[in-house]
């Protein structure tokens, strides 16, 4: 039997008869997987302290049978707990995960997992609005899957538009349009957009930097996720519904 030795977090985990648990893990090594925690649930079991919550970071070592990952043994290297204990920053996580396993099953872990890493650190320890690291996290996601938006031009004409007070935005174009280009899409205003161009180049180290203002935060909630609902064809966003 060969065992092969992965580290991941937890994206979501389904219980499974009377004491298992399957985890959907993002690792770095082969992106997202499904593992059975045996006995995990099991308060008298050595298992109980076994990586098998959401948001846990934590080394999994698994062998395969009948085409299906099992766990030999598991270790927690962090649990991110300031998260589970404070619902706004649950929500955003639970929001930042499900993203992150929509996009990990073609993508891979290897950049998505320290962007997750990194989001989770920050709402777990930093003293950021959670929508903030949520919001950073999400976008640099959709650049990631190929879905990087044009914010500094016109997506349809070229026009620049980094003087412009306001700017239109297009779910459907990908980006920014002019005033002629924009009739009937969505306005925002030039400080949204450049936060957003800025959230995208931020290094993931640097993600504690982000403090959106209130305006500019209810703005890009809304284009950020109609953007990536558009783009991948299902509802992304669950925070609020």
Known sequence: MAFETLNGIVLRYANYRDNDRILTVLTQERGAVAVTVRNCRKKSSASTDAVSEQCCYGEFVVYERGGILYAS??????????????????????????????????????????????????????????IDIELCSTAKMLCLAGYKPVLTHCVRCGKDLRKQKEVAFSKVQGGTLCDYCGVGCRVISALSAEALRRMILLPLPQMGRVKLPDNVRKELDLIIYEYAEYSFEQIIKVRGK
């Not at 270790?75 to 707990?81: L, P, R, V």
């Not at 589970?84 to 992150?100: G, H, K, M, P």
């Not at 993508?107 to 990194?118: I, N, V």
């Open 73 to 130: 043994s598991t270790a927690i290297k962090e649990s991110f707990y300031p998260i589970r204990e404070d619902y706004e920053r649950l929500v955003s996580a639970n929001q930042i995960l499900r993203f992150a396993e929509i996009i990990a099953y073609n993508h891979g872990g290897a950049e998505l997992f320290p962007l997750c890493y990194h989001a989770l650190s920050f709402l777990a320890y930093g003293d950021n609005n959670p």
